[in-house]
């Protein structure tokens, strides 16, 4: 049953949005989605600090109760045009409170004016920053991501896998783009039950991070074609009402013919990346709870 703060929620982001059929503008995508980070709550018991790493921007948030072995890089998401680490600051807060580590989340080149592999190279550099540090040799780095950011996430550890760099301990997946070739019935079946997402975005954006048609099936780019073959344990949130579903489903099934290690959530009732409404409805906060008992689980709670 929805809960009655993300009934509210979810009716008056449909008023917001209600009525935009008019054809993509990207610099209009942008604007709206820069002020998206008010949609998420404001997490109790962190701070936040800027630095540089591997060349990118990074916002690190840091919360009171921390375990110093863990690291969690974080990809925002935004179809890989839009967003930043502001609009994703409070929802890493979320996400360091649960995980009990420094959550980094970098300020990766963003299409079209840096189109792929642009990001996934920036991603795989930073990544390795934290995988091959000395200083962190002990420590369990964990990569996630949402929505596009999950997929830049599983595509940057097949190409560290595919580089023999050291991997990360694990990887969280919540409601990713993994399939920009939109092959998903998902995306048909859940059309007229999306909260964010259209078709037509969709293939506005994927045109706009790939030059080239003919390279959205590459691994790199869509990481449902890749294998999960000697890749780290992965943990994956989807959501019942999610466009992109199909795109966990089908990694799920991978997962399980590959005989990978895999764990997948489905959250009932829930739209694309409902995590970032941590802080504002419970089945957000519940979760980003759910990641943290997993890296307990995983990585174990010391």
């Not at 189109?115 to 962190?136: G, I, M, N, W």
């Not at 959501?239 to 199909?246: P, Q, S």
Request: charged share 20%.
């Amino acid at each position: 049953m929805l809960s009655e703060q993300a009934r509210q929620l979810f009716d008056e982001i449909r008023r917001a949005i209600s009525g935009g059929d008019d054809a993509f503008n990207l610099a209009e995508e942008r604007r709206n989605s820069g002020q998206a980070g008010i949609l998420t709550g404001e997490p109790l018991g962190v701070e936040y600090d800027e630095t540089t790493i591997a060349g990118l921007r990074t916002v690190i948030a840091k919360p009171r109760i921390r375990n110093p072995r863990r690291q969690l890089i974080f990809l925002h998401g935004g179809a890989f045009a839009l967003m930043s680490p502001e609009t994703h600051s409070r929802m890493a807060g979320h996400l360091a409170r649960a995980c009990r580590a420094e959550v980094y989340v970098p300020e990766y080149s963003l299409a079209p004016e840096h189109p792929y592999p642009a990001a996934l190279h920036e991603c795989v550099d930073f990544t390795s920053r934290f995988t091959e540090a000395k200083q962190l040799r002990n420590a369990a780095i964990v990569l996630a991501g949402d929505s596009a950011g999950g997929g830049l996430a599983l595509s940057a550890a097949m190409k560290m896998r595919d580089e023999a760099r050291r991997l990360p301990a694990c990887l969280a997946l919540l409601c990713p783009w993994l399939d920009l070739t939109l092959q998903s019935q998902s995306i048909e079946s859940n059309r007229d039950r999306a909260l964010f997402l259209s078709r037509r975005n969709l293939e506005a954006f994927a045109n706009l991070y790939v030059n080239d048609a003919d390279q959205l099936a590459h691994p790199y780019i869509s990481p449902l074609y890749g294998s999960l073959i000697d890749l780290p344990p992965i943990y994956l949130q989807g959501a019942e009402y999610d466009m992109l579903l199909g795109d966990s489903a089908r990694l799920h099934e991978k997962a399980f013919a590959e005989d990978a290690p895999l764990r997948y959530d489905l959250f009932p009732l829930m739209p694309h990346s409902f995590q970032f409404f941590a802080g504002r409805i419970p089945e957000a906060d519940a979760a980003v709870s759910q990641i943290g008992h997993y890296l307990d689980q995983t990585l174990g709670a010391g």
